[in-house]
T-cell receptor, first 115, second 113 residues
Framework: KAGVTQTPRYLIKTRGQQVTLSCSPI?????VSWYQQTPGQGLQFLFE???????NKGNFPGRFSGRQFSNSRSEMNVSTLELGDSALYLC??????????????FGQGTRLTVV | DQQVKQNSPSLSVQEGRISILNCDYT??????FLWYKKYPAEGPTFLIS?????DKNEDGRFTVFLNKSAKHLSLHIVPSQPGDSAVYFC????????????FGPGTSLSVIP
């Protein structure tokens, strides 16, 4: 079974630009979550999608948005990039089980550098 | 305000000895806890979890202990091996929002041969 695939792996953008990151979850997984990892901050939850609907959202400004398609693939968009947005962005997929409590499977991440 | 804290950014342990990684949380609504391991240039991988109805869960060399009254959990690795060298993240979620998982900042473990 293929794992979680994130594209691109690396990205360099300038301040003020926007960026779109893509995530393909494990086949059959319907929940996709996005995280931002920066040194010292660990993984910070951005948002989670299930069946094309955003179910949970972290404490990030509105410049960070996402969506999920009918095939469960998800995209994350950051507009008006700031230097502080430089980070590793990780996508994780989970199978849906009634009652929850499942571990997530992470992709390798997209390393975004804003200059 | 960090809801999940890992106060030790790094830890060094001799091969064969026990590694103990600690995690504290502030949200009393958390009822499910997970540990993930992350190697450089890779995404985190799930290691072990524990539900709040238990105080211990064991899987091979890995054991997680949960002390709900102290809002504290720990991961024990016995015996530690050089391949265990990685960053370990503690994570937690609450019953009403299982898919919103809050991670700690991570502890970098180095196992010295």
């Amino acid at each position: 079974k293929a794992g979680v695939t994130q594209t691109p792996r690396y990205l360099i953008k300038t301040r003020g630009q926007q960026v779109t990151l893509s995530c393909s979850p494990i086949s059959g997984h319907r929940s996709v979550s996005w995280y931002q990892q920066t040194p010292g901050q660990g993984l910070q939850f951005l948002f989670e999608y299930f069946s094309e609907t955003q179910r949970n959202k972290g404490n990030f400004p509105g410049r960070f948005s996402g969506r999920q398609f009918s095939n469960s693939r998800s995209e994350m968009n950051v507009s008006t990039l700031e230097l502080g947005d430089s980070a590793l962005y990780l996508c994780a997929s989970s199978p849906y089980l009634p009652g929850g409590n499942t571990e997530a499977f992470f992709g390798q991440g997209t390393r975004l550098t804003v200059v | 305000d960090q809801q999940v804290k890992q106060n030790s950014p790094s830890l060094s342990v001799q091969e064969g000895r026990i590694s103990i990684l600690n995690c504290d949380y502030t949200n009393s609504m958390f009822d499910y806890f997970l540990w993930y391991k992350k190697y450089p240039a890779e995404g985190p991988t799930f290691l072990i979890s524990i539900s709040s109805i238990k105080d211990k869960n064991e899987d091979g060399r890995f054991t997680v202990f949960l002390n709900k009254s102290a809002k504290h959990l720990s991961l024990h690795i016995v015996p530690s091996q050089p391949g265990d060298s990685a960053v370990y993240f503690c994570a937690a979620s609450e019953k009403t929002s299982y898919d919103k998982v809050i991670f700690g900042p991570g502890t970098s473990l180095s196992v010295i041969p």
